[in-house]
């Protein structure tokens, strides 16, 4: 029974059905067949949202939208242009580092290609940088935008699975790093190959204290969330609330860039697209825990167990198995309806649940770059006038790159825990 849900779920993906109203209709069905009454479907959709934590994800999605709009991508881009635009491949450079400073920022990776994409995909274009190379790179440093914290992902994984958000966040520091790292290496190596040059002289030491004074009001709000968390200042929730507080005064009153009239429509985006959150937080509650009633996850872990394919061998499956589904479903709700099943199966061969909130953070957002429903691509293919087909020559080494770095924190798990060791 459980298993004709699931395979009505995957059928109404395929049918391009919503994936709020596949995982009602898929879960619906399961219900009818398990003859348990429909009041379970209210209780289910309560008990998802009814959490304090999950009052972050609201708040971080407005501190990012206020601070991508109050002129702070603008000062980011500046600096990382004084800090790396004199490199070979210096603005596709400057592109990956400004997306690293965006993502301690937003915690999106949408937001995250979009701020800097807006600025930098028609300036690299019209000093002839390859349009397919400038929309797939920006649209692969966006990745990092949910990896660096803070994190809209890790914020509902830590909430769904009981797991400190703090020491997720800690986490994500070196395998964002490591991202971004690997991106400017591969930009670097593309620049020598196709002959982009960076700017003609080397940004001056006080060119670069000025770029740093302008950006360091943003750059350190990621510094007061993380160090208020960890202090026990203000709890993982509370920080959202400084975070947005942080954002409107730097956003109206010392960069006044950003004016009164805009934030109706701000508010408005920020709550259409928590209610869309919250809506698949909720659905997939009830799937998730018809899932768990019927016992899958258990079933799941006995059956690869049974295959004594060791740790090793267990994280690579989950890993492939998360990477085809990245590619059709969106890295919120694969979050949302694998973290239950896969979670258990992790555990049982010694992975922490910080280590694994990092695996499939990371591994889902690659998703966000691969077709068909790569919403990052959508966004940068259309800055640059691109179809995703077009891009796909440069995109894909970006993917196994991406891949690359994946596999290094899956099976170094000590690089992901060092941070939050340090912290504990």
């Known amino acids: ?64 939208d206020l601070m991508s709009r109050g002129g702070i991508s603008r000062r980011l881009v500046d600096f990382a242009q004084a800090l790396v635009g004199h490199f070979t491949s210096g603005l596709a450079m400057v592109a990956v580092v400004a997306c690293m400073f965006f993502a301690a920022v937003s915690g999106s990776a949408v937001a995250d290609a979009a ?69 400017m290496a591969y930009s670097f190596h593309i620049g020598k190959q196709r002959g982009y040059k960076g700017r003609e002289q080397r940004a001056t030491l006080t060119e670069i204290v000025r770029g740093f004074l302008n950006a360091f009001l943003a750059m350190l709000m990621p510094g007061i969330i993380i160090g208020g968390i960890i202090s026990g200042i203000f709890t993982p929730t509370e920080s959202g609330v400084v975070a947005v507080i942080y954002a409107l005064i730097l956003s109206l009153f010392v960069y006044r860039e950003l004016d009164w009239r805009e934030l109706p429509r701000i508010f408005y985006e920020t709550g259409l697209l928590t209610g869309k959150i919250l809506f698949i937080l909720g659905t997939a509650s009830i799937f998730s825990w018809i899932l768990t009633v019927q016992g899958v996850p ?20 989950i890993n492939l198995i998360l990477l085809v589904v990245g590619t059709f479903i969106d890295t919120i709700s ?91």
């Open 298 to 317: 258990q079933q799941v872990a006995a059956t690869v167990t049974s295959l004594r394919l060791g740790w090793v061998g267990t994280l690579l499956v």
């Open 1 to 64: 029974m459980v298993w004709m849900m699931i395979l009505l779920l995957f059928v109404l993906f395929l049918c391009g059905v919503p994936i709020t109203f596949s995982l009602g209709v898929a879960s619906l069905v399961g219900l009818l067949l398990m003859d348990v009454p429909l009041l379970v479907i209210a209780q289910r959709l309560w008990t998802a949202v009814d959490t304090f934590t999950l009052v972050a994800v609201p708040l971080f999605i407005l501190a990012g």
């Open 334 to 424: 694969a979050l949302l309806i694998f973290t239950p099943i896969l979670l258990p199966l992790a555990t049982s061969v010694g992975v922490d649940p910080i280590h694994f909130g990092i695996i499939i953070s990371v591994n889902l957002t690659i998703g966000m770059i691969t077709p068909p429903v790569g919403v990052v691509l959508f966004v940068t293919s259309a800055i640059a006038k691109l179809t995703i087909r077009e891009m796909m020559r440069d995109l894909t080494p970006m993917i196994f790159l991406l891949i690359g770095v994946l596999a290094v924190i899956t099976f170094w798990s000590d690089l992901v825990m060092f941070v939050p060791n340090l912290l504990k």
């Open 115 to 183: 701020a800097i994409g807006g600025m930098l995909i028609p300036t690299m274009i019209a000093q002839r940088y390859h349009p397919t190379f400038t929309a797939s790179l920006v649209a692969a440093a966006g990745t990092i935008g949910p990896i660096i914290p803070p994190s809209i992902p890790m914020v509902l994984y830590g909430s769904m699975t009981s797991t400190s958000i703090a020491m997720l966040f800690a986490g994500g520091f070196i395998p964002g790093v490591l991202m971004g790292v690997s991106l």
